[in-house]
C-alpha cells in the first residue's frame, strides 16, 4: 500500500531521513526546497521519498499554514434527493477553487447537527456549508461563530448568523401550488407541513396560510399536519387529513418527501388521485414525473442552490468580513396530472 513500510506502519520524514543517510531537518529542507543543500543531497533524498512512496503530512501543511484547504458540508439527511444534489453543485464549485468536501449528515437532529459543526471545527475546516435543523444561536456561537469560522447557510438559517445563505423562493413556491389548485376550483385544500424548526418548514406553511387567505379561503385546523420530511411522516399526515369529517379536495405537500407518504396513504384508503383528491407538491424530485400519477409539483435546480452557496463561501473565505449576501433561487409551476391536469 502507498506510503507504508512492510510493518504496515505509515513512512514518516524519519524513515525518509534513515534511508537516506541524512538527518530529519535536512530531509525536511530537500522535500520543501527550502535551504542551503547540494544538488545530489536533494536529489538523493527526493528518490529515496518516492521509493518510499513517502506524502508530506497534511496536517504539517495545515500548521504551517492555518488553513486546510477543507469545507464542512451538513446537512440533515444525506439520502434527500434535495441535499444530494445540493452537494454535487456545492462540490463541483469548491473543488475549481481547490478545496475538499467533509460531509456530515446530522440526522434530522440538533444534537447531530451540533456534533457535526463540533468535529468539523476539530478539523480546522475552512469554511462551513450548513443546512440547520434548528440549532439554537447560542450553540452556533459557541460552536462557529466564536471561532470566526465563515458559514454559508443554504436552505435553513440561524437568524442572524453566518457570512450568508442561498434559500428557495418559499412563499412564491407555494402560491404558485395554492393558486393552481384554486383555479381547478378547489376550495378545501390540506397541508402536509415539513419540519418547523426549518426556515424552508416555517416559510412553507406561512405562505399556505397567507395565500388562502388572499384567495378567501379558511384553513382548517384539522386539515394541516406533519412536522418531519420523510414519507412516512406523510403517510401519517395524509391519513389523518382524510380521516376528518369533512376531507379536503386536494393537498399541498411541503415536500416530495411527504407527497411520497401521501400517495400511499391515498392507496391505502382507496381514494383516487387526481379524481377525489388532488396533490401538487413542492420539490420537482427526478422520480416525479414516473410516478403513478405524475406529481404536479414546484421545480427548481438544486444543484444551483450548492454551487451559489459555494460561490459565497468561497468568497467569505477569502474576504474574510466581507459584507453579509443572501440569495433566493427562483422556483416554477410543473403541471401534471396529480392535480388533475391532463398531459
Not at 460531509?103 to 469554511?127: F, I, K, N, W
Not at 443554504?154 to 384554486?182: T, W
Request: aromatic share 4%; hydrophobic share 40%.
Amino acid at each position: 500500500m502507498r506510503n507504508r513500510l512492510r510493518t504496515g506502519r505509515e513512512v514518516t520524514l524519519a524513515d525518509v531521513a534513515e534511508v537516506a543517510g541524512v538527518s530529519a531537518s535536512t530531509a525536511s529542507r530537500a522535500l520543501s526546497g527550502r535551504g542551503e543543500l547540494s544538488p545530489e543531497t536533494r536529489a538523493a533524498v527526493i528518490e529515496v521519498a518516492r521509493e518510499l512512496h513517502f506524502e508530506p503530512s497534511q496536517l504539517a501543511r495545515s500548521l504551517r499554514t492555518r488553513t486546510t484547504h477543507t469545507v464542512g458540508f451538513v446537512v440533515p439527511d444525506v439520502s434527500s434527493p434535495f441535499y444530494a444534489s445540493a452537494l454535487k453543485g456545492a462540490q463541483g464549485a469548491l473543488e475549481e477553487a481547490g478545496y475538499r468536501v467533509l460531509l456530515m449528515d446530522s440526522e434530522q437532529a440538533v444534537d447531530g447537527e451540533v456534533e457535526a459543526l463540533r468535529t468539523l471545527e476539530a478539523h480546522r475546516v475552512d469554511g462551513l456549508l450548513v443546512s440547520t435543523v434548528g440549532i439554537r444561536r447560542e450553540q452556533f456561537d459557541e460552536l462557529v461563530t466564536r471561532r470566526r469560522t465563515p458559514c454559508v447557510f443554504f436552505d435553513s438559517v440561524v437568524a442572524g448568523r453566518g457570512s450568508g445563505s442561498v434559500l428557495l423562493d418559499n412563499g412564491p413556491g407555494i402560491e404558485l401550488l395554492v393558486d393552481h389548485l384554486a383555479e381547478h376550483g378547489h376550495t378545501r385544500i390540506g397541508l402536509l407541513v415539513g419540519s418547523l424548526t426549518e426556515t424552508s418548514g416555517t416559510e412553507r406553511r406561512n405562505a399556505f396560510h397567507e395565500a388562502m387567505r388572499r384567495r378567501g379561503l379558511s384553513v382548517r385546523r384539522d386539515h394541516v399536519s406533519g412536522g418531519r420530511w420523510s414519507p412516512e411522516a406523510g403517510l401519517v399526515a395524509t391519513r389523518a387529513i382524510l380521516g376528518t369529517a369533512r376531507p379536503p379536495t386536494a393537498i399541498v405537500s411541503s415536500s416530495v418527501e411527504l407527497a411520497l407518504g401521501a400517495l400511499a396513504a391515498a392507496r391505502e384508503l382507496g381514494v383516487r388521485i387526481p379524481d377525489e383528491l388532488a396533490l401538487a407538491t413542492f420539490d420537482d424530485a427526478y422520480f416525479a414525473e414516473l410516478l403513478e400519477p405524475p406529481l404536479t409539483a414546484v421545480a427548481y435546480d438544486p444543484a444551483e442552490v450548492g454551487r451559489r452557496a459555494a460561490a459565497l463561501l468561497v468568497g467569505a473565505m477569502g474576504d474574510g468580513d466581507g459584507p453579509r449576501r443572501d440569495e433566493r433561487v427562483a422556483v416554477e409551476l410543473v403541471r401534471r396530472r396529480s392535480c388533475g391536469c391532463t398531459p
